[in-house]
């Protein structure tokens, strides 16, 4: 817990600090929601600390947050978008005149306007909400499309680069404790007899099939504000792993996420399923948004990708179980284990269902270049 009264003076609010107390559901950042006095109106904004052993550059994280957000909100502008505010997150800069703030303790802030009535869910209820997370993540990546200036700084380097995370399982297999590897050796198997699904889209990338474009890579339903009224898609937050990728990614983690008929610990894999209803409203709104800019290939690769998404997912918690669980925070021995052991049967249902998803996207993608 920290003291946000001490956070408040570094950051140019032109309102009075009230008070300010811990805020959602993240896991990664330190996040606060910060109640201000503005000529007797009460305002409230986001402060987050950055978590630094995650990103190890928090400044230059906060850059590229800087130029996406700025350049999105100048085309919602130009769009003549009604709510153009509310649509893009906007940093609020420091009194120095950066998006950031250290402080004395050497933590990078960033400070959000807060958006207001809206909210993000951290379980799927509707086929709606599917639809318009999907559709607000496919705006943001259109938004994004044209950023001018250099190439994004890498936040988390080959975070999605399946063929290294399969490495990476090589090297702990190898350095093992006996015990965990003879447990895993079901999941090993699992993971190398599709080895060469991982070097799929990598491969794409590197013949220029599949372009690199900016990408969010956190594409989790409650990484998208949701309106408290219409439960149309308002604004995609979350934007620290936002940097160079595939928008293969994007919607594979989207299908991760939001397909199956469980939740992503559960240990009775008999029940985990592929929903396609879900999995059709998430291909409706994310169509909807970004068929304009896809080319064909990645429409084609929308099911596949999903598949792939599920596989390197459960590659890193495999990972981390043979490690020793130091990545991912663990309430039980084997924990990392059986969440593998999920996506895994998540992937195997994909699997099974991959001719209808690849039907699924003929169709909605035609009906969807019928109606523009
Ligand atoms: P983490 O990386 O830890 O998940 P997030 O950036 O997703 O951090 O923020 C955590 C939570 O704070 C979000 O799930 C959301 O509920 C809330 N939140 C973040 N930014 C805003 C904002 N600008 N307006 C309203 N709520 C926000
Ligand atoms: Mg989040
Ligand atoms: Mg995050």
Request: net charge negative; glycine share 6%; with cysteine.
């Amino acid at each position: 817990m920290h003291d946000l009264s001490r956070i408040a003076p570094l950051f140019d609010m032109r309102a009075d600090f009230v008070h300010a107390y811990p805020y959602g559901s993240g896991h990664i950042n330190d996040t606060y929601c910060a109640w201000y006095d503005l000529a007797g109106h009460r305002i409230r904004y986001i402060h987050q600390r950055i978590n630094h052993k995650v990103f190890k550059d928090p400044v230059a994280l906060m850059r590229n947050i800087e130029r996406v957000t700025r350049h999105a909100l100048e085309r919602l502008v130009e769009q003549g978008h009604p709510e153009a505010r509310r649509r893009t997150l906007t940093t609020i800069p420091s009194v120095d005149g950066h998006a950031w703030a250290i402080d004395p303790e050497g933590n990078c802030w960033r400070t959000y306007p807060f958006i207001e009535r809206a909210r993000g869910y951290d379980e799927i209820q509707s086929e709606k909400q599917a639809e318009e997370a999907a559709k607000a993540f496919g705006e943001f990546q259109k938004l994004a499309a044209d950023l001018p200036g250099e190439r994004l700084l890498e936040t988390i380097p080959n975070f999605h680069h399946t063929p290294k995370r399969l490495e990476a399982l090589e090297q702990a297999i190898a350095k093992a404790d006996p015990q965990r590897r003879e447990a895993a050796k079901a999941e090993i198997e699992v993971a190398f007899a599709r080895e060469d699904d991982t070097r799929r889209v990598t491969d794409l990338i590197e013949s220029g099939e599949v372009p690199e474009r900016v990408t969010h890579n956190d594409t989790k339903l409650n990484n998208v504000l949701l309106d408290d009224v219409t439960s149309e898609g308002v604004c995609v937050i979350d934007l620290d792993t936002t940097m160079p990728g595939s928008v293969l990614y994007d919607f594979g983690d989207m299908v991760r996420t939001a397909c199956p008929t469980t939740r992503e610990d559960e240990v009775d894999v008999s029940r985990i399923g592929l929903r396609l209803d879900r999995f059709e409203a998430l291909l409706r709104g994310y169509l909807s948004s970004a068929s304009s800019f896809l080319n064909q290939t990645e429409v084609d690769h929308l099911a596949f990708s999903g598949k792939l998404l599920t596989l390197e997912c459960g590659i890193r918690f495999l990972t981390d179980f043979l490690e020793g669980d130091v990545y991912f925070k663990t309430k039980r021995p084997g924990h990392n284990l059986d969440r593998c052991r999920a996506q895994f049967a998540f992937l195997k249902a994909i699997e099974a269902k991959l001719p209808q998803m690849e039907d699924m996207v003929q169709t909605v993608s035609g009906k969807v270049a019928n109606m523009v």
